[in-house]
């Protein structure tokens, strides 16, 4: 039993400084719970600027992907155009050597356009 002035002061300051601890750690629950909900937003800000950025790298490598096959199909077809243009001009003698080049030509052309058509469409 508090028997003194001073013995219940004493209580009433340790009951005091008990219930302010508590009442901060509360506080800090909260704290760390707003913290920990605004990076939970921001990180998925972050995530969606990722998933647009993301989309936009698909778009550009699709493009690159689609002109680099064009390129390489343009140029094989004036490859065996050009081969084509010498079978017509050759004589009977060099003839069997352009149509053995013109059918190597034509076979490259349509293996890369079926490798394109194949593997990127």
Known sequence: MVNTWEERRLLGMAHFILSNQ?????????????????????????????????????????STIESTEKHIVSALFLRESAMLIKLAESSF?????YKHKYRE??????????FFNQNFK
């Open 22 to 62: 508590t009442e901060a750690k509360e506080r800090r629950l909260t704290m760390d719970e707003c913290i920990t909900k605004e990076m939970t937003k921001s990180l998925l800000k972050a995530f969606d600027g990722m998933n647009e950025s993301l989309e936009d790298f698909q778009k550009a490598c699709a």
């Open 93 to 97: 003698v060099t003839r069997w050597y």
């Open 105 to 114: 030509a034509k076979y490259h052309r349509i293996k890369a356009e079926r």
